[in-house]
């Protein structure tokens, strides 16, 4: 199986080093056997080699600061999308940077390498939350996949688990805690911090950007309720189809209030049916201390499914990580060449 990479950053690196450490195991276990051929990102350069790419080498380039132009191989010219039109490829593993508004540039990558009969592995919102729809059809109409399981909490292999663990199920509900920076934040918070220097603390430790609008105003967590509402139960919405609340509203105070009466309050994203209609939104809610999702501190996220034959079923897991995301790309491609 061969792969190009678009976006080398802590994604991709990730999953380069999941594919080296685990290369003797993913081989014998699974008989996958990946060649990587091309790697391209918009600040290190670009290298494509049809006979391969020594990862290793690669990785220790991008960890100097040096270009991939270094590497063997050829440097194509022009942009991502030259890149994925002049390459050839098996699997596009797309991992740039996200852009929930307008799904760009990433959708036009999608969308070239499926046209060009290559699967797509994503961990990409953008494409997803906002064109899901067109996306799988025109991979069924080439006959490949289009997979994200990075997509939504990271490599919490939470989509697979309810695309085939759950499969034959009714799934009635899906609601949870899609957002670690924010979890992170209120847990501090409950600890006594104030918001001011829970986000600085979230920012310092990496969780949190300088500017942190789209986790503390709750866009993540919208992008991947609207991901989840498309994907399960059969919507064709967009972000900012549904109400969204963040954070930044909650003080100390309501904070101490709940804790009195044993809640504890959580960023939300929930999706379900009412009356025949597909319902989502995210918001602060108060969570009894009883439910599982409020013994979830820290950065970690949890999700509740609610199906006709389980009833509750919850998952928690990492929401981020260079490894952990990076996985996320590992079992997607596992579902597209791997045997056992």
Known sequence: MRLIFLGFGTVG???????????????KEYGFKPIVVGIADMLKGNVYNPQGINLKKALELVKADKPLSKLLGKTIEGDALAFIKQTKADVLLEATYTDVKTGE???????????????????????????????????????????????VVSGTPMINLIRDTLA???????????NGTTNYILTK????????????????????????????LGWDALAKVTILANV?????????????????????????????????????????REEGKVKAAVAPQKVDLTHPLAGVSGATNAVTITSDTLGDVT?????????????SMLIDLLHLGGKR
Not at 121 to 136: D, E, F
Not at 259 to 264: F, I, L, P, Y
Not at 315 to 327: K, M, Y
Request: net charge positive; aromatic share 8%; hydrophobic share 40%.
């Open 13 to 27: 690196q990730g999953l380069a080093e999941l594919l080296l450490a685990k290369k003797t195991m993913l081989a």
């Open 189 to 216: 918070m409950e600890e006594g911090m104030t918001y001011e220097s829970a986000l600085a603390k979230a920012q310092e430790l990496g969780y949190a950007e300088a500017v942190p609008d789209a986790d503390v």
């Open 232 to 272: 399960f139960f059969n919507a064709t919405a967009k972000p900012f189809d549904y109400p969204c609340d963040g954070i930044t509203k909650i003080t100390p105070e309501a904070i101490a209030e709940a804790k009195k009466a044993g809640q504890r309050y959580k960023l939300i994203g929930r999706i379900w």
């Open 315 to 327: 998952i928690v897991g990492p929401g981020a990580g260079r490894r952990e995301t990076g996985f």
């Open 105 to 151: 540039p990433a959708t036009s990558h999608c969308r070239a390498a499926l046209n060009k009969k290559m699967h797509v592995v994503t961990t990409n919102k953008g494409p997803v939350a906002l064109n899901y729809r067109p996306l799988q059809r025109l991979a069924h109409s080439k006959k490949v996949k289009f997979l994200f399981e990075g997509t």
């Open 168 to 178: 034959g199920s009714e799934i009635r509900e899906i609601k949870g805690i899609l």
